[in-house]
C-alpha cells in the first residue's frame, strides 16, 4: 500500500537584513534548527548571500526591499544597525514582527539616545552633544584633554571615533558640515575593555555567557578572552545583571551586547562605552566555546523559543580576529590553512568569503584549553600566520618542531 509522504512541517523563518559575516554565521546556527536564513543583501558576494539560498537583494533603507523581505517571514531582525528606524516603525505598523524592535534598537543605533536612556541605570563617561566646535572645547574643559570625538550614528570598526588631544575646530566644522551628528565624551582611562552579552526573548526569559575581555588596536577589536582573566566574581555578577537590567529596560528582544570599560577591576568601576543587538564581534568565541552559540541563541530568542546552556565547554577560549593584511600576502590562503590545519589540528577557522583588504576583518579563529597563556598564544599565531602568511615566532614547517608535530600525529 503505498503511503502518501506528509507534507514536511514548516519550519520558522527569519529574515536577516544584512549578509555580512554576522548572517552568515547566524545561517550556520538555522540550519542546525531545520531552518534557512532568509538574508537582505546589497551585493551577491556578501558574505551570507554566498551561502544562503533564500537571498533577496536590495538596500537596507528601501522600505520595498524591507516589505519584501519580511513577507512570510516569521521575524525580521538584523546583522547591522544600518536601518532606518522609521522604516522599522513603518514594517512594525504594517504588522511585521520585528526583533528587536524599533523603540529598542534605536539604542544600538544612536550613541545619544542610548546615553540618555541609560542615565540612573549605568555608569557613563561624561559626554555632550555637538553642534559647533565650541561644545567639544566645553566638555574638555570640565573633563580635560585628550577627548573622544564621536559619530552618533553609523560608526563601526573605530571609523566614527577621533581622540582630540586639543582643539580641532577644523575637524569638528568640516564633520558637521557633512552632516555627520556628533557627540564628545570624556576619555576614559581604564585597565581593559569588557563586553557581556545576554539574550532576551519576547517571554522575557534571559541568559547570559560569562564576561569576556575584548582587546582593541586601533578602535578595532582583534581579540577576545572568555572568561575575562582575574575578574573577580561580584564583578562579573554585577556586569551580567546590569546587561540584564538593560535589556529588560529597553525591552531587547534577540541578543545584546554590552561594551563596557574596566576603570578599576570592581562593580563600581564598570562604564558602560556602547550597545549591540545582534550577534556581536565579543561572542563569537561561543561557537565552540560554549554549549549554546550567540547565533543559535539570537534565532530562539527572536523566534521566542526556550533559550539554550551559555556554560562554557571549556575554562578558556580565546577568538582572534583575522585581519586583511597591510601588504599582498604571498602564500595563498589555501596553502595558510593547510599550514594552519598542520601546526595547530586544534585551532577552529572561520573565513567570511570576503576578499583581503589591509585591516578588514575577513575571518576569525578560536583556540580552547585550559591555560590562557598557552590558547592566546596559539590563537594570536594562528590569526596573524593566516593575516600575512608569517608565523610570528618563526615556525618553519620544515624544521624540528615540525617534524615533533608530525611524530605525534602518527603515533
Ligand atoms: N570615551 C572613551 N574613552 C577611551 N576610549 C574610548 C572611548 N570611547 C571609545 N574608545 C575606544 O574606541 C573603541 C571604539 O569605540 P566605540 O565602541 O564607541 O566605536 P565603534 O566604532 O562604534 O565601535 P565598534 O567597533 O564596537 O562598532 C572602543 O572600543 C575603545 O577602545
Ligand atoms: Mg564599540
Known sequence: MDVPAAPPDRLPVVAMVGAGQLARMTHQAAIALGQSLRVLATAASDPAALVCADVHLGAPDDLEALRGLARGADAVTFDHEGVPNELLRALTAEGVVVRPGPDALV????????????????????????????????LARRTGWPTVLKAVRGGYDGRGVWLLDGPDPALVAELLAAGTPLMAEQAVSMRRELAVQVARSPHGQAAAWPVVETVQRDGQCVEVLAPAPDLDPTTVAAAQQLALRIADRLDVTGLLAVELFDTDGTAAG??????????????????????????????????????????????????????????????????????????????????????????????????????????????????????????????????????????????
Open 270 to 411: 564598570l562604564v558602560v562605552n556602547e550597545l549591540a543587538m545582534r550577534p556581536h564581534n565579543s561572542g563569537h568565541w561561543t561557537i565552540e566555546g560554549a554549549r549554546t552559540s550567540q547565533f543559535e541563541q539570537h534565532l530562539r530568542a527572536v523566534l521566542d523559543y526556550p533559550l539554550g546552556a551559555t556554560e562554557p565547554t571549556a575554562p578558556v577560549a580565546v577568538m582572534a580576529n583575522v585581519l586583511g593584511a597591510a601588504t599582498p600576502v604571498a602564500v595563498p590562503l589555501d596553502e595558510r590553512c593547510h599550514h594552519l590545519f598542520g601546526r595547530f589540528p586544534d585551532v577552529k577557522v572561520h573565513l567570511y568569503g570576503k576578499a583581503e583588504r589591509p585591516a578588514r576583518k575577513v575571518g576569525h579563529v578560536t583556540a580552547l584549553g585550559a591555560r590562557l597563556e598557552e590558547v592566546r598564544a596559539r590563537a594570536a599565531l594562528a590569526a596573524s600566520w593566516l593575516s600575512t602568511g608569517e608565523w610570528a615566532d618563526g615556525w618553519s614547517p620544515y624544521g624540528p618542531d615540525a617534524a615533533r608535530t608530525r611524530e605525534v600525529f602518527r603515533a
Open 107 to 138: 539604542h544600538a543605533q544612536d550613541k545619544l539616545v542610548m546615553r540618555r536612556a541609560l542615565e540612573g541605570l549605568a555608569r557613563m563617561p561624561a559626554y555632550a552633544e555637538v553642534r559647533s566646535p565650541a561644545d567639544v572645547d566645553a
